[in-house]
Nanobody, 114 residues
């Protein structure tokens, strides 16, 4: 199984980006989704999660601004990020469970300029 992440880039404060993470090499669907980020000099943190029942949870710092979702037909997960702030600057990683195993995407860099 491979996860291909995309959608990162440079955006101004208040802008939006949509990150994608597409799974390939499997016939199984994604069950559990996690989006993490790691800023320079900081630990990796969970920013959004979607459980197997569709229940979502978000870090307080992104609630109301970020939305995690998935497209089962494309076996792709998304993170819609709105009202971006400079403190959202980080490398973002998807982490998904497929057929009872967890896989990490390679990460995509998001830079928010002030």
């Amino acid at each position: 199984v491979q996860l291909q992440a995309s959608g990162g880039g440079l955006v101004q404060t208040g802008g939006s980006l949509r990150l994608s993470c597409a799974a390939s090499g499997t016939t199984f669907s994604i069950n559990i989704i996690g989006w993490y980020r790691q800023a320079p000099g900081k630990q990796r943190e969970l920013v959004a999660g979607v459980g197997s029942g569709g229940r979502t949870n978000y870090a307080d710092s992104v609630k109301g601004r970020f939305t995690a979702s998935s497209d089962n037909a494309k076996n792709t997960v998304y993170l819609q990020m709105n009202s971006l702030k400079p403190e959202d600057t980080a490398k973002y990683y998807c982490n998904v469970m497929i057929n009872s195993r967890y896989y990490w995407g390679q990460g995509t860099l998001v830079t928010v300029s002030s």
